[in-house]
Nanobody, 117 residues
């Protein structure tokens, strides 16, 4: 059983920064992709950023240049540095991992990020 535990959400003003972190516990193959999705009230969950175990990154257009995803393979951890936050970034942020050996995916419980104007 794989568990994902997130930390780092909160309330900030527009223009400020936050850093989210997520640790995966349990058995995951070394071949995996980790990342972040978010879901705003009344909207569908959307991809924010992903990073493969080799470090290849992918970002939603709306966060390019402002957010940076990184990971620590030794700690099975993924991070999201969010700079220049906007009210439109307000959402519940979920970390996830896809184990490419089994094609199983696992999700965190979500952490709220609120950006006030």
């Amino acid at each position: 059983q794989v568990q994902m535990v997130e930390a780092g959400g909160g309330l900030v003003q527009a223009g400020e920064s936050l850093r989210l972190s997520c640790v995966a516990s349990g058995s995951i193959s070394s071949s995996n992709t980790m990342g972040w999705y978010r879901q705003a009230p009344g909207k569908q969950r959307e991809l924010v950023a992903t990073i493969t175990n080799s470090g290849r990154q992918n970002y939603a257009d709306s966060v390019k240049g402002r957010f940076t995803v990184s990971r620590d393979n030794a700690r099975n951890s993924v991070y999201l540095q969010m700079n220049s936050l906007k009210p439109a970034d307000t959402a519940v942020y979920y970390c996830y991992v896809i184990d490419r050996a089994t094609m199983e995916n696992y999700w965190g419980q979500g952490t709220q990020v609120t950006v006030s104007s």
